[in-house]
């Protein structure tokens, strides 16, 4: 959709509802995994499978990158859906052989709120990464190794300074996202 469509020239609605298409696609992946297909996972997932799932997803991300391909729209749209697909495998796969733990149950009991702020928090940070590094910030983005290993990085070092946020909503603002009491 053109950007100057909108009143506000962009082409992001209010509260990003457009988003709302993609997000019942991966819901119903993930209501058809739980119901039917997590057993059969379960089945296979050791640390091999996973090294050789991780591989394929990188392969499937960084080869556009290092061959400069440009792909039609549709086969785009597929590859990116692809890409997603192999990609939360991974991670589900991983997550299946890690012991859970206090810190990985407390941002997962409060996936709302870190859904909410990281959008906030990441552009506050952004910033503060701009001013401080100046012209090499872009340098970092323009690099698709780096900036990997930056989002890698990052990806670990967010939810820990979202925790300070969602502490302080649980404690004194419960109301906010829907709950009576309050909860720490």
């Known amino acids: 959709m053109p950007a100057d469509i909108l009143p506000w020239n962009s082409s992001a609605l209010p509260w990003h509802i457009e988003y709302m298409f993609q997000a019942m696609f991966y819901m119903i992946l993930g209501y058809i995994f739980k119901k039917k297909l ?3 996972l379960d089945k296979y997932i050791n640390w091999k499978t996973i090294a050789i799932v991780v591989m394929i997803y ?3 991300v960084y080869i556009p990158y290092a061959i400069e391909m440009t792909l039609p729209v549709p086969v785009d749209i597929l ?3 692809i890409s997603a697909i192999v990609g939360i495998t991974a991670v589900v796969m991983v997550s299946k052989m890690l012991p859970s733990n206090n810190y990985v149950n407390y941002i997962g009991q409060n996936t709302l709120i870190c859904f909410a702020l990281h959008g906030k928090i990441y552009s506050v940070i952004q910033t503060i990464l701009k001013k401080i590094v100046g012209t090499q910030y872009m340098a970092i983005q ?3 190794i780096i900036s990997s ?3 890698l990085l990052f990806a670990l070092f967010l939810p820990v300074i ?3 946020p969602i ?3 649980n ?3 419960p109301f906010i996202i829907g709950r009576k009491t309050k909860s720490v």
């Open 171 to 173: 404690r004194y603002f």
């Open 167 to 169: 502490y302080i909503i």
């Open 38 to 40: 997590e057993n059969i």
């Open 149 to 151: 290993f930056f989002a």
């Open 58 to 60: 990188l392969l499937i």
């Open 162 to 164: 979202i925790m300070v």
């Open 79 to 81: 590859y990116n859906y």
């Open 142 to 144: 323009d690099n698709i």
